[in-house]
C-alpha cells in the first residue's frame, strides 16, 4: 500500500469510528430506554437499538464515509443490511455468551448495580465486535 492510499484509509477508518461513535450512543441510549424505561427484556431491547443504529449507519457511510454514488442504492442497501446481520449476528452472540458470566461477577462500579454493570459490559464488548467485523465487511464488500 502506497502513503496516498494508507492516508485515505486511515481519514476513511477515523471518519467511520466517528460514526461508529454516533451509533453507539444511538443505540445504547435506545437499549437503555428500551431495557431500563420501558421494560422490555436486554436481547429485544439490543435488537431495537442496533435497527437504529442501522439506519443511521447506512446514510452516513454512504454519503461520508466511503462517499459512495452507486446510483444503485438498493443493491448497496442490501448488501449493508446483510453484513448488518452477519456482523449483528456476531455481536448478538457474544452479548449472550458473555451476559451470564459478567453479571455473576457482582461488580458494582460508581454506583451501578452489578447486573446492571455486567449487562452494559457485555454490550459494549458485543459493540467492539460488531463495530470491527462491520467496518472490514462494508469497505471490502459493500462500498468497495
Known amino acids: 500500500m502506497d502513503k496516498?492510499?494508507?492516508?485515505?484509509?486511515?481519514?476513511?477508518?477515523?471518519?467511520?469510528?466517528?460514526?461508529g461513535i454516533s451509533n453507539s450512543l444511538i443505540t445504547l441510549t435506545a437499549i437503555y430506554l428500551c431495557n431500563d424505561v420501558i421494560g422490555l427484556s436486554l436481547m429485544v431491547a439490543d435488537v431495537i437499538g442496533y435497527i437504529a443504529g442501522l439506519i443511521?449507519?447506512?446514510?452516513?457511510?454512504?454519503k461520508?464515509?466511503?462517499?459512495s454514488h452507486n446510483k444503485r442504492v438498493r443493491n448497496e442497501l442490501a448488501l449493508f443490511v446483510v453484513g448488518f446481520l452477519i456482523c449483528f449476528g456476531l455481536q448478538f452472540v457474544t452479548v449472550w455468551w458473555l451476559h451470564a458470566p459478567l453479571v455473576?461477577?457482582?461488580v458494582e462500579l460508581l454506583g451501578i448495580p452489578s447486573a446492571t454493570f455486567g449487562e452494559y459490559a457485555a454490550v459494549c464488548i458485543g459493540m467492539v465486535v460488531y463495530t470491527l467485523s462491520n467496518y472490514a465487511y462494508n469497505r471490502f464488500v459493500t462500498f468497495k
Open 64 to 67: 461520508w464515509v466511503f462517499k
Open 104 to 106: 455473576a461477577l457482582d
Open 4 to 19: 496516498l492510499q494508507a492516508k485515505k484509509t486511515t481519514v476513511q477508518l477515523i471518519k467511520y469510528g466517528i460514526v
Open 56 to 62: 443511521n449507519s447506512f446514510i452516513w457511510n454512504k
